[in-house]
């Protein structure tokens, strides 16, 4: 029996233990060095976590919360939870107290496996509240014997150091039992929109979709990948079983902060990527060429420009004239290639997902070599539904349909005087068959056995589609025009001196926006304009950083109708995070903590009168007549 031919998640493991065999199949870093984990290893420590779990009286069926970083015991729990027919519940390790637990008592959890102290923390301090809750495991939490709670039962580390023949072949046994209609996983969504709601999916929705995806994705065992996007996410868990399938090694990073350095230790070639984290990735890349002679920014500059050039023959499979092959050759080896090395020097390959892309920075990566795949999915999905892939790319869209996935657009329009789009339909085996516990959603989630995802799109003449906003993310001015915030935030993908933007205007008059500056960037301009300040908070309130704004949004918004011009805004002196719940796993904003956490700047941007818009040229001879709010601060006379 090949590979190919599982139905199971279960199935999928064991089969890849069997057949790929590799003495590195995970790698972590211990001591300033990665180490690796066996197959067969791998395959003794799922099998002993298993018999843990079985042990505290888990049974089939039952759930289990898991919360932790990614790490090689994250995918073992894993595999230990679905291998002997309990049900995963991955937890994202920023989630707060409140989000923790009230997943953990939806879900009807029975246990938890945590990574960290500070994990284990979060969980006693919601425990007594919590009584389906019996048994805490940790990974490595070195103040867990000192806590006194009832809870503590003992360590992954030392349930893992159980297990010989006898135990691995009733652990097989028992794996082999799952049958693909079984519930693999509850996931909770991230909390963009509202309360997280769990996602039901069974074996057979990621198995379908991991299989589908095989036919346009071809790895192998010689690939490297690096894991550092949540493994609570669904898209770098599907990439994961996908990896481990194919006997792609999976390296883990030990943290966003060190993925630079990781990634020069690792060498991968397949890296799943979100928007933001190829932003700083390009930010980065930039900041060093601002520190260069000014001959060798030139030099970069002519390499991006050749790159470009490249993009079209390279995504159209056409081989480049001679002199342009000539100017790439030159340029990948004396700029392009040495980019490349601070990513490893080996990625071929960059799957983007959970966000949209913005066209301009994908094509900065291809002209430097680093070809970037986006696709679309959701949680509800399993989540794959459309991708570009190595021969199928169009840049500026989320790619074709992958095969085993129907997508119907819906006949109704929403119009911004502009088609915005119609919503994506989903329908096939990698379809949720509901949310947990919520049958009044479940009902409204779907039409005639459709999916209806909320979000909009359009689709090209050959096929590929494109996101046009979410139909849930729509609001209405108090004029009556539809206003896409997603449409809106997208122009400031790159801006030098913009890193973050929530755009509002829900029932109001005009549209405003709550704008988190690049601080370093504007710091070094406030420098050299001689602009004086003491903190952030002096320096977004100067006149001058609010004229630059202002011209900033003007030039990125010139072309929208007046009704989509963002008229005032709110410079903030501090970032999104996702420490303070305003920022998702993927690093998308929450809307509604942001809205309720800004709720005095807002109501104070929104009760003053709204300047007319200008043209760019207009804004930068009328500097001093700018009017903008300032978080917490008003200029003198305004209003």
Request: aromatic share 8%.
């Amino acid at each position: 029996m090949s590979s190919s031919d599982f139905s199971t998640l279960n199935e999928l493991f064991l089969k890849a233990i069997e057949e790929n065999n590799k003495p590195d199949c995970l790698r972590y870093k211990l001591d300033g060095h990665y180490r690796g984990i066996s197959s067969q290893e791998a395959l003794r420590r799922a099998a002993a976590l298993a018999a843990a779990l079985e042990r505290r009286g888990v049974k089939p069926g039952e759930r289990i919360a898991l919360l932790s970083e990614n790490r090689p015991e994250w995918t073992l729990t894993d595999y230990a939870i679905l291998g002997m027919g309990a049900v995963t519940v991955p937890l994202y390790p920023t989630l707060l107290d409140p989000d923790l637990e009230h997943i953990l008592r939806d879900s009807d959890s029975r246990g938890i496996v945590v990574a960290t102290d500070v994990q284990l923390r979060k969980v006693l301090n919601i425990w007594s509240r919590l009584p389906a809750l019996k048994f805490v495991l940790a990974m490595d939490c070195s103040k867990a014997a000192g806590t006194g709670a009832d809870c503590w039962e003992g360590s992954v580390e030392s349930e893992m150091g159980w297990g010989g023949p006898a135990l691995i072949e009733a652990f097989k046994a028992k794996a082999l039992a799952a049958r693909p209609g079984d519930i693999a996983s509850v996931i909770y969504t991230s909390g963009t929109m509202g309360r997280p709601q769990g996602v039901i999916l069974t074996h057979a929705n990621l198995v379908s979709n991991i299989q589908c995806t095989a036919k346009v994705y071809p790895l192998s065992s010689s690939d490297v990948l690096i894991s550092f996007l949540p493994l609570s996410h669904v898209f770098e868990r599907m990439v994961e079983f996908f990896c481990f399938w194919k006997g792609v090694t999976i390296a883990y990073a030990e943290s966003l902060e060190t993925l630079p350095q990781n990634l020069r230790e690792v060498r991968p070639t397949v890296m799943a990527v979100v928007p933001r984290v190829l932003e700083k990735i390009q930010a980065r890349v930039m900041d060093s060429v601002r520190q260069l002679p000014a001959f060798k920014q030139k030099l970069f500059y002519w390499a991006l420009k050749v790159g470009k050039q490249c993009i079209p023959f390279v995504l159209e499979g056409r081989t480049p004239p001679f002199g342009l092959r000539l100017k790439r050759a030159l340029s990948d080896r004396l700029v392009c290639a040495k980019v490349r090395e601070q990513l490893g020097g080996r990625v071929y390959m960059l799957i983007s997902g959970a966000a949209p892309l913005w066209k301009e920075l994908a094509e900065f990566f291809y002209a430097l070599g680093l070809p970037v795949y986006e696709g679309y999915g959701l949680t509800e999905t399993s989540p794959v539904v459309s991708v570009n892939c190595p021969g199928r790319v169009r840049l500026g869209t989320v790619g074709q349909v992958i095969p085993g996935v129907e997508v119907k657009l819906s006949e109704e329009e929403i119009d911004s005087e502009g088609r915005v789009g119609r919503e994506i339909l989903v329908r096939g085996p990698s379809v949720t068959g509901g949310y947990y516990h919520l049958d009044e959603v479940n009902r409204a989630a779907f039409a005639d056995g459709w999916f209806r995802t909320g979000d909009l799109g359009t689709y090209d003449a050959d096929g590929y589609l494109k996101i046009t906003g979410r139909k849930k993310n729509l609001f209405k001015t108090s004029g009556g025009k539809y206003v896409s915030p997603e449409k809106l935030e997208s122009l400031f993908q790159g801006d030098p001196y913009i890193h973050q933007i929530a755009v509002l205007g829900d029932g109001r008059k005009f549209i405003g926006a709550l704008i988190v500056p690049h601080f370093a960037r504007l710091m070094e301009y406030a420098r050299g304009q001689g602009i004086s300040f003491q903190n952030r908070e002096e320096l977004v309130a100067h006149p001058d950083i609010q004229a630059l704004v202002r011209r900033q949004v003007d030039e990125a918004t010139r072309w929208l109708p007046r009704h989509e011009k963002i008229r005032r805004f709110v410079l903030l002196p501090r970032e999104f995070s996702s420490g303070a719940g305003e920022l998702s796993a993927t690093l998308k904003i929450k809307r509604p903590v942001v809205k309720e956490r800004y709720r005095g700047q807002i109501e104070e941007m929104f009760n003053h009168r709204a300047p007319t818009p200008q043209s760019p040229d207009a804004a930068r001879s009328q500097e001093e007549g700018v009017r903008c709010q300032v978080s917490g601060v008003r200029r003198k006379g305004e209003g």
